[in-house]
């Protein structure tokens, strides 16, 4: 028996790094996954590789989750495909960052949206669903720049959505815990994804910056970050609600 056996998790931002890491671990514990992406193809390829191990996972793309109307009809489409919900997996963001003298209101609001509305509305539309479930268990991925300020990269937005995240997060612990729902945010550290490795190439300067906060002097691989999702999600965690958990390498250590 794998830690989620049977259990079915909404996985958003599923087309690749952490997502599609989520997506094969959980799989592996013997979840059915359904995944929510803005790229299709992307996404495709995540539901190929969890085919291609055994797991079993519907993929559902393009949608855009800053957009209510698109998050209330993939969320429902979600709780059709196997008959219900049992774990949201808010992963998905998009950020933006900056020195405060030269962010843009643009550059707030699309940060705000991306890393702050998204797991409201994809949390808003599957409640329901988790209440007439019997309860369920909502992980918010969240990250230490809701707990900590960063010099780098500069994250005035960042921070702010964050902590809004985890503030967000215990508020759903209290009102979900009437109705069996459980929720816990994860805060990660630097933790390096295909994308994050992409764009910081050879600039070993600028890598060193960013680990420079942490006690282990390295980046966060995403399998570090996702097994303790999978072990949030399990009934193994069952007391555990309302919590906010740093894997950040000692980074809020000092």
Same mark, same amino acid.
């Given at each position: ?8 998790? =909404?996985?958003? @931002?599923? &087309? *690749?790094?952490?997502?599609? +890491?989520?997506?094969? #671990?959980?799989?592996?514990? /013997? $979840? ?55 774990v949201i ?38 409640w329901s669903? =988790?209440?007439? @479930?019997? &309860? *369920?268990v909502i992980?918010? +991925?969240?990250?230490? #720049?809701?707990?900590?300020? /960063? $010099? ?103």
């Amino acid at each position: 028996m794998g830690l989620v056996e049977g259990k079915v998790v =909404l996985i958003t @931002g599923s &087309g *690749g790094g952490i997502g599609r +890491v989520s997506a094969l #671990a959980f799989a592996r514990e /013997g $979840a059915r996954i359904v995944g929510l992406d803005i790229n299709t193809e992307a996404n495709n390829e995540t539901v190929r590789l969890v085919r291609a191990a055994g797991g079993e996972m519907t993929g559902i793309a393009p949608v855009d989750l800053r957009d209510p109307t698109q998050v209330r009809v993939a969320v429902d489409e979600a709780a059709a495909a196997y008959g219900g919900l049992d774990v949201i997996y808010n992963n998905a963001a998009l950020v933006r960052f900056g020195p405060m003298s030269a962010f843009s209101v643009e550059d707030w609001r699309t940060t705000i949206a991306g890393e702050l509305d998204i797991p409201f509305f994809v949390s808003r539309f599957a409640w329901s669903h =988790l209440v007439s @479930g019997g &309860g *369920g268990v909502i992980l918010n +991925v969240a990250s230490i #720049a809701g707990m900590i300020a /960063g $010099a780098n990269p500069p994250m005035v937005a960042h921070a702010a959505a964050n902590a809004g995240v985890i503030g967000m997060t215990r508020q759903l612990a209290l009102e979900g815990a009437p109705h069996g729902i459980r929720a816990v945010a994860i805060s990660p550290g630097p933790t390096l994804t295909p994308l994050s490795d992409r764009d910081l190439g050879d600039d070993q300067a600028a890598r060193d910056a960013i680990t420079s906060k942490t006690l282990l002097k390295r980046f966060a691989r995403p399998d570090e970050v996702v097994e303790l999702a999978v072990f949030l999600a399990s009934d193994r965690a069952s007391y555990i609600t309302g919590a906010n958990y740093p894997v950040e390498g000692g980074s809020t250590a000092w």
